[in-house]
């Protein structure tokens, strides 16, 4: 097998040509990417699910909107804490993914890192490609490789995530920020 160089703390922009309604506009960032397969959690896709109906314990850390991120089509009924901790070292029951980005054991109690956690977002499900699959739709152009930053864990318009993240861009990338809705009302 081929050595796959790893896209951790990445973040998968999903081009206009993707196809799949369960990425239509999507920001996956990447938590984990190997040669065993990949998985994420989709940052821009907020449900009407308040966090205190489902885990209440965490839902004074989590950041606005307050509510349960749809992580991906993957094991929608489980949760994914992910939180951003500034600084060299991490709390108990929290493992650094990528510069200060990490997951959060949602069974541990909440006061071990609250007083630690920049930010924290809640995901139902993620997404999860298996060996190579994820390399293949790159290669079909389906997904824009760019760098993550902390603050896109939690975005306080998640809505508008893929635009912004686009637009940030230093190159060609930028100009698909503009990309209508619909190309076809053009």
């Known amino acids: 097998m081929t050595e796959v160089s790893s896209l951790t703390g990445r973040l998968l922009v999903a081009t206009p040509a993707l196809a799949d309604p369960n990425f239509d506009r999507a920001v996956v960032l990447l938590l984990d990417h190997d040669d065993e397969g990949s998985l994420g959690v989709v940052l821009n896709r907020p449900t009407p699910v308040v966090v ?22 993957v094991s929608l009924d489980s949760a994914l804490g992910v939180a951003v901790i500034p600084g060299d070292e991490g709390p ?46 790159l290669n079909e152009g389906a997904w824009y490789v760019v760098e993550s930053e902390p603050g896109d864990v939690s ?32």
């Open 92 to 137: 108990l029951g929290w493992r650094r993914v990528y510069g200060a980005i990490g997951l959060v054991d949602l069974e541990a109690p909440p006061e071990l890192l609250g007083a630690a956690l920049g930010s924290l977002r809640i995901f139902a499900g993620y997404a999860g490609w298996g060996p190579g699959q994820l390399e293949d739709e």
């Open 52 to 73: 205190s109906d489902i885990l209440e314990a965490w839902a004074t850390l989590t950041g606005e909107p307050g509510v349960v991120f749809q992580g991906g089509p």
């Open 155 to 186: 975005s306080p318009e998640p809505e508008s995530l893929w635009r912004a993240v686009l637009r940030r861009q230093r190159n060609e990338l930028a100009m698909f920020a503009t990309y209508p809705d619909d190309p076809s009302l053009n």
